[in-house]
C-alpha cells in the first residue's frame, strides 16, 4: 500500500474535466510538505507536471492545475485530450517516515 | 537540458548485489542531489535514496541497510548498489535529479528506467 493514496483509474470523454485526488495523513500532506504531480507514459521516462501544490514547469498547458486542501490534494485536467492518456503520480515527504514518498499512481483513460 | 539514462542487468540472482549506473547529459554531477526510485510490478513509487556531490547521502530507512549510491565525477555518472536481492526487489528502477535537500522539493528529470528481475 503507497502512502499517498490516488484512485487507481480515471477517464473522460475528449474536451472534458477530470480530478484525480491524492490523500494522505498528518505526516505528509497533512503536515504542510507540499505535493508534486508526474506524467508517466509507460516506457519513458517521468515528466514533472506541477511542483508545489499548483505551479506549472514551464511547456505544461495550462489545462493542467493543482490544489491542495488539509491531508489531500487533487490535480485538474481541463480539455481532456486523447494525448493526455497515461499514468499520473503524486508525490510529497511523510516526517514520520523521513523519506519521501508517492502516491500508488493513476490511470487516465479518454475514452 | 539535462537528461539521464540507466544502465546495467535486467537479471540478478537472489541474495546476490543489484547494481546500476545512471548516465547524465546536458550538466554536470557536480551539483544537484542524484536519486534512484523504484517502482515493482503492480505497485507504486518508492524513493530508494539520494547522494549530493558533496558525499552526503540521504536513504529510505527501509532499504537503508542495503543501499549504497555512489558518484564518479570523472564519467558524470551515478550508481546505486542493493544488496542481499530477494524477489521483492524486482521493479523498474528510475533515476532522477533532486534540486534542492528542502523536503518540499520534487524531482526532476527522471531516466526512462531499467527492468531488473530478481531470480531465484
Known amino acids: 500500500q503507497s502512502v499517498l493514496t490516488q484512485p487507481p483509474s480515471v477517464s473522460g470523454a475528449p474536451g472534458q474535466r477530470v480530478t484525480i485526488s491524492c490523500t494522505g495523513s498528518?505526516?505528509?500532506?497533512?503536515?504542510?510538505?507540499?505535493v508534486h504531480w508526474y506524467q508517466h507514459l509507460p516506457g519513458t521516462a517521468p515528466k514533472l507536471l506541477i511542483y508545489g501544490n499548483y505551479n506549472r514547469p514551464s511547456g505544461v498547458p495550462d489545462r493542467f492545475s493543482g490544489s491542495k486542501s488539509g491531508t489531500s490534494a487533487s490535480l485538474a485536467i481541463t480539455g481532456l485530450q486523447a494525448e493526455d492518456e497515461a499514468d499520473y503520480y503524486c508525490q510529497s515527504y511523510d516526517s514520520s517516515l523521513s523519506s519521501w514518498v508517492f502516491g500508488g499512481g493513476t490511470k487516465l483513460t479518454v475514452l | 537540458q539535462v537528461q539521464l539514462q540507466e544502465s546495467g542487468p535486467g537479471l540478478v540472482k537472489a541474495s546476490e548485489t543489484l547494481s546500476l549506473t545512471c548516465s547524465v547529459s546536458g550538466g554536470s554531477i557536480s551539483s544537484h542531489y542524484w536519486s534512484w526510485i523504484r517502482q515493482p510490478p503492480g505497485k507504486g513509487l518508492e524513493y530508494i535514496g539520494y547522494?549530493?556531490?558533496?558525499?552526503?547521502?540521504n536513504y529510505n530507512p527501509s532499504l537503508k541497510s542495503r543501499v549504497t549510491i555512489s558518484l564518479d565525477t570523472s564519467k558524470n555518472q551515478f550508481s546505486l548498489k542493493l544488496s542481499s536481492v530477494t524477489a521483492a526487489d524486482t521493479a523498474v528502477y528510475y533515476c532522477a535529479r533532486k534540486e534542492n535537500w528542502n523536503p518540499d522539493w520534487w524531482f526532476d528529470p527522471w531516466g526512462q528506467g531499467i527492468l531488473v528481475t530478481v531470480s531465484s
Open positions: 498528518s505526516s505528509n500532506i497533512g503536515a504542510g510538505y507540499d
Open positions: 547522494m549530493y556531490s558533496s558525499g552526503s547521502t
